[in-house]
């Protein structure tokens, strides 16, 4: 293969590889910002969890003071009650009384109720704390896979662009503002001449640009997409003649493992 487009390919192997792992780059702050957003419904859910109990134990404490209430007042009515002159007072003394009674009777039964809730509150509460523990647990230990692979994938794009600058100074100057060029409108600038079409946009090459692309004597570019040509003799396979005048062990190796 003609040294200059071999060197093209290079080029765009490291260049797709930059791509790659730019996007991935890309891609780690979202992911990082998404596993945060579980980690929020979790801290909300034990917040809910924890309103509810003290919603609970609030109103067990005012059921409590209610009752204490309402044994200051009975109390209070049995002193009256001592001094009381007719009947009729005793006996509205005691009506009272007893309505402070069956009042404090209300109380205890709603405190019944709240302490057998207070139980499956509780054990919410305890349930979403560990949830919640749980949770940050698993996404500090994803940031920090986040931060090594990002960390990774600098390093190896540094590696790239240092790759990259080597590769290029083979490139002539003109071969490579076209590759550039067609980089900057599609991903792929390098593409390969393959069973008499042009692999990227699938044009039918013309016989005699097959065989420009085939010689490799100079850049030959599609006539339909402008991208690079190239011919890989070792895979390429045209109907008309077979494979390329691939070295044989390329040849070979296409064979067997088919
Ligand atoms: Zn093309």
Redesign the pocket.
């Known amino acids: 293969m003609n040294r200059d487009i071999e060197n093209t390919l290079q080029l765009q192997r490291i260049d797709m590889q930059r791509s790659d792992l730019e996007k991935e780059l890309a891609a780690l702050p979202k992911h990082i910002a998404t596993i945060e957003r579980q980690l929020e419904a979790g801290f909300r859910k034990l917040e809910s969890d924890r309103a509810l109990l003290a919603a609970n134990q609030k109103d067990r404490r005012s059921q409590d003071s209610d009752i204490q209430t309402h044994q200051q007042k009975i109390s209070k009515l049995r002193d009256q009650m001592m001094s009381a002159k007719t009947n009729e007072q005793y006996r509205a003394f005691q009506h009272e009384i007893a309505f402070c009674e069956q009042s404090i009777t209300k109380c205890e039964d709603r405190i019944l109720v709240l302490m057998e809730q207070t139980e499956a509150l509780e054990a919410n509460v305890k349930t979403a704390e560990a949830e919640l523990a749980r949770q940050k647990t698993a996404v500090e230990a994803e940031k920090a896979g986040a931060r090594k692979r990002a960390a990774a994938d600098m390093a190896k794009l540094k590696e790239l662009a240092a790759q990259r600058a080597e590769v290029q100074k083979e490139v002539p100057a003109a071969i490579y503002s076209a590759y550039e060029r067609i980089r900057k409108r599609t991903a792929i600038a390098v593409?390969e001449a393959a069973a008499g079409r042009?692999s990227?946009?699938?044009?039918e090459l013309r016989p005699q640009l097959m065989q420009d692309v085939r010689r490799g004597d100079s850049i030959t570019y599609?006539?339909?997409?402008?991208?690079i040509?190239y011919y890989n003799p070792s895979i390429a396979f045209d109907p008309a003649t077979g494979p390329g005048h691939a070295a044989p062990s390329g040849a070979g190796k296409r064979v067997d493992m088919t």
């Open positions: 593409a042009c990227a946009c699938q044009l599609c006539e339909n997409c402008r991208r040509l």
